[in-house]
């Protein structure tokens, strides 16, 4: 289930200016709001067969980047020139999910940065996207970068692109591992799994916990691709996101038919 959250900045607050990779503290933001009311994030769950420990390892949602749709970047640090933004939120429960969404979001404070700048917003509204049919061939588009990583002889983690060879396979794996880890089996049926880019993808890299002793960087892919694979899976993907790292604030994806605003800027 898929939700559109309208937001303005608040300058007089905080000023305008976000740190060009914000997407992990976004997503913890996001994360803190769902889970600071403990019982009714546990009751939410629950009624939807899911237990709060599965929402450790993968997370149960996705959230996007913001969309700006007027910006200025300088070096490491995003001017934000518009009045309002929005943001997607995806969670795979489907019961209670709006009045959940809702409870804990409208009308809500939110302040996203990190030591160096930050920004004010409030969420001003809330939409809940239409149910999507899913089929066994989608397109889709990034709205956060898409991390896929591999273990090196030495134990190191290397980030690979989709031009990698070994880009599908990897890609398949986390899709799968992350059904068993939801469901405690392996998915029944044949993937039938194929991934298509239909757009040059663009490389990202994006600092998490900037400007702390944890500071790290992450590699990451925004692009348009074609999906083949079962509709279960792709429904998965659609409310969980796809690659690793979803809980950091990458992998979120959108049908592309179901974009309508123009090619976006995400930031």
Known sequence: MRFKLVLSVQTELAGNILPVSYQYELSSCVHRILTEDRGAYEQWLGMNGFLPEMNTRYKLLSVSNFYIPK???????????????????????????????????????????????QVAFKIDEIYKSEPVEYTETMTYLSLSPIVVSCMRANRSFEYIGPESPDYEELLLHTILEKYRYFYGKDFPYESNFKFEL?????????????????????IGYMC????????????????????????????????????HISEPTRH
């Open 198 to 218: 239909i757009a040059p993808p663009k490389r990202k890299g994006i600092f998490i916990k900037r400007f702390t002793r944890e500071e790290s960087k992450v």
């Open 224 to 259: 348009k691709f074609r999906l083949t694979l079962h509709p279960v899976l792709q429904q998965l993907i659609h409310n969980t996101g796809l690659g690793d790292k979803i809980s950091l604030g990458f992998g979120c994806i959108e049908i592309l038919s179901l974009i």
């Open 71 to 117: 910006i200025k970047v300088e070096e490491d640090r995003l001017y934000v020139l518009a009045k309002r933004v929005q943001l997607w939120i995806s969670t795979l429960p489907e019961r209670g999910s709006e009045e959940f969404i809702r409870r804990a979001f409208q009308g809500r404070d939110i302040l996203v940065g990190d030591r160096k700048s």
